[in-house]
């Protein structure tokens, strides 16, 4: 006789809400901070972004944060910060040299650590290196018995890396280019997302295998808030399309805080990926505060980003009045209005190119009798009363 299983056989949920992963992109464009120094500096609106980070970390101790810096020409962690010599594994494994994965940590990198805080002289300014947008003095960083500590790690792994990342700007990267790459700190920010996702996916008990399927329900709610002080370069319409095409598909939010000057892309970013977008450069007349942005900063992001995706299904959050839907073209890179669409791979152009024929596909455009005079067409005589000009009586 077979037995019978007598025991009770259910599935373990759990009431407790999701995680939610925070990735930050700040942009550190020395020439946009330099311009926005007067009304807000650098260490005024980190002070105010990790007073955010606190905010969002303690509202569940399984909430998670990355910041992501957009400089020039590079794009770098700030936190967790990569360390050039990892420390070896507490099982007693040996680290691979060539494993072409970046070991991530709450810790600041290797580099030595500078003495920060947000008041005090500022530093002498090196030679060949940039000008240092943050605040020393000899006070260093330690532990405090009055300070939470994931929210020290966070704020003394997030100062350290900046100040390295501030030190190693030379001059001839200063000289060589005014913007950022955005494209490619929003590339990181997707591709830890997703590391991150893949690691709390469940897995099957008997192969052992993740399902990574783009539907497969994970515990971890993602977005992504870009901190931006500057516009993005046409020349990188093409990856910061890709970026958000991946957030679109990935369902993660875009959202968009600018301190200084509108970008179309970011406005497209954050309209085709159901984010939030709000300026606060009162000099446009496009704030939502009309205060400067050393004061409207911090309530903004409370109010306004604070809530993740799950809980803005029950809010009202912040439209856009209009989207700047204003492309770069293919062949110079200029932003444009009106311009010509290649039928296959929809590649856009300022005006027709050489031989009508696609510079990315190769197909041959058809442009019709574009470029040729438009046919004259005479204006017909509008042909007179002759009764009337004579001045014939009316019957009384």
């Known amino acids: 006789m077979d037995a019978v299983d007598g025991t009770e056989h259910y599935e373990k949920t759990s009431s ?66 990569p360390h050039a010599s990892p420390p070896g594994p507490s099982n007693g494994a040996l680290h691979n040299p060539h494993d072409p994965d970046i070991e991530m940590g709450d810790g600041p990198p290797s580099a030595p650590k500078p003495r920060l805080t947000l008041n005090g002289p500022r530093p002498p300014r090196t030679n060949g290196s940039a000008p240092s947008l943050l605040r020393s003095n000899t006070t260093h960083l330690t532990d405090d018995a009055n300070i939470y500590r994931p929210f020290h790690q966070i704020s003394t792994a997030l100062f350290s890396s900046l100040a390295h990342l501030l030190a190693t700007t030379t001059s001839a990267s200063l000289s060589s280019t005014p913007t950022t790459a955005l494209a490619g700190a929003l590339t990181l920010a997707l591709t830890y997302t997703n590391k991150q996702n893949v690691l709390l996916t469940p897995t099957s008990s008997t192969t052992g295998a993740t399902t990574s399927s783009l539907n497969a329900p994970t515990s971890l709610t993602s977005r992504i808030l870009v901190l931006s002080v500057s516009a993005a370069s046409p020349t990188q319409y093409i990856p910061f399309m890709n970026t958000i095409f991946a957030a679109q598909r990935l369902q993660i939010p875009i959202d968009v805080l600018s301190l200084s000057g509108s970008s179309s892309f970011l406005q497209q970013a954050a309209d085709a990926t159901n984010g939030t977008y709000i300026s606060l450069d009162s000099r446009q007349g496009t704030s939502v505060t009309g205060a400067p942005p050393a004061h409207g900063l911090l309530p903004t992001l409370l109010l306004a980003f604070l809530p993740d995706a799950t809980s803005r ?84």
């Open 313 to 396: 299904t029950h809010l009202i959050s912040p439209t856009q009045a209009s989207v700047d839907f204003r492309a770069a073209c293919f062949c110079h890179r200029k932003v444009v209005d009106i311009g010509f669409v290649c039928s296959i791979c929809l590649s856009i152009f300022c005006e027709p190119p050489d031989g009508a024929v696609c510079l990315t596909c190769g197909t041959h455009l058809r442009l019709g009798n574009y470029g040729a005079r438009p046919a004259v067409v005479m204006r017909r005589k509008k042909k007179k009363d002759k009764g009337r000009r004579e001045g014939t009586a009316t019957p009384g």
């Open 16 to 81: 407790e809400p999701p995680a939610s992963l925070l990735t930050i992109v700040l942009d550190t464009n020395p020439h946009a901070w330099a311009i926005l120094q007067p009304t807000l500096t650098l260490s005024q609106a980190v002070a105010n972004l990790l007073v955010f980070i606190n905010a969002h970390l303690a509202f569940n101790n399984a909430n998670k944060v990355a910041v992501i810096a957009s400089h020039l020409q590079r794009a770098e962690f700030l936190y967790p910060a």
